[in-house]
DNA sequence: CGCGGTGTTGAGACCTGTCAAGACGTGTGG
DNA sequence: CCACACGTCTTGACAGGTCTCAACACCGCG
């Protein structure tokens, strides 16, 4: 496992803008401690009033949304680098969970030092709030495979998502990269049965783009695997741009 | 019709947070010019460069993603007081398309003067980034109708948080409302066919819970709506808190 | 060695999609 | 005032993707 640091936080953002050294020391300086989270853990539940945000620096976590029949809805899958509720910072409560997919390091973010940072940092505020934007981009992004792909397109493509996100904080290369969800999450993130992302698994082998075994997602064909996907990394806004 | 006005933003803005007078005229000023579009135009096209964002004033818009295939998905619907791109400000360019449904009349809010707003008013920026969440929010809610939902239940979602957001700004009350939606959007909006969107309607109103005629929609049950729906309208953010 | 979690398989049902045709309705032009 | 046209809505028959239920296999671990 690669040292838990802050890190991949700045890669992600220096792949969207630029910022200065002191402008990254503040960002440095809104972490008030670093926290180990088990696997399998829920950090935060529904409507709980939350006083800080949680920025993952290593590990997977996710969003999911609970349904009364016992249904669940991934809604995003977090990496390191990714705050996995900034968003909180304004709601002040979530309408989801948030759950570890591994053990995971985490930073602790006060609600109160991003209030200043609104107050004294414009710009790193404009960031912050492309970062959430961009949240509801990949958002967008899972509506149109949950509404419009197949599920073999929409599997294909969240493998895709995951390898550009993954790569920006360099966590993955072309041959592939751990992926530590069960089929049962995977269904979950996918809005399908475990059953029939059992079967849509052994269709993307078969076709030999990709296999999924014990946690690593090999790549065979990443062309192929965009064209079954229809994949544009555009959504991502993996270029710099003055915010 | 009812006029023009930027109340409806407001009457947004009062149900989740206090401004005091003095931020609500720099609300006010952020309005560069007003523009009314005729229906079924559209405003933006995706990555295109955009300088200013949209605040609808009268009348509905929509954001969508077009596939190749033909396949559209509606990832929002927005109305009288929703920003419609607000988003834009931060990203630059959209991911999607933003069209009109109705005819509408809308504000035009340089860029330039949002991103003085997060130099001189750090509460009205993160009222705006607040507005930005809950746009991530109703995605989340509609990932788990295209995810989890029967079609039943999805439409039934939609009618419910519909009634909701038109509520907030005085546009509906609880016998129905005006919803300008053909079957082929809607079918758009809930990622199903219009042959199946035609069915769904008939088969809600056979259960005597809505009915959809000439651009009304007539709420004829809402408790059993609402429990058809599994619909909790908390994900709204429909109460006062300090942002 | 046994157990729990996870992955795999089969058969059949069901929800939603596809395709194609026809009905309705409103606005327009002759 | 009628005829027509176009968009929209409706219907039927059938196909197909995904789900359900149940059983079984695999595997790491205590």
Redesign the interface.
Known sequence: MPPSTIEPHLRKIYARDDISAEEEQVVRDLVSEVVTYEAHRVIARP?QDLNHSTLLLEGWMG?V?D???G???F?ELTIAGDFVDL?S????QL??EIVTLTRSTVAIVPHERL?QL??DH?HL???Y??M??????I??????S???RSAVASMAHLFCEMLARLGVVGRADERGFEFPLNQSQLADC??LTTVHVNRTLQDLRARKLVELRSQWLKIIDLPQLRQVA?FDP??L?IHK?R?
């Open positions: 409507w969003r949304r349904m009364e029949s249904a669940r809805q809604t968003h910072f304004t709601l002040k309408d989801h209030k609104t107050i414009p505020t404009r960031i709030w492309f959430t934007n961009l949240d509801a981009v958002h967008r992004e899972w509506m149109v949950l509404g419009r996918l809005g229809e555009s959504y806004y741009r915010r």
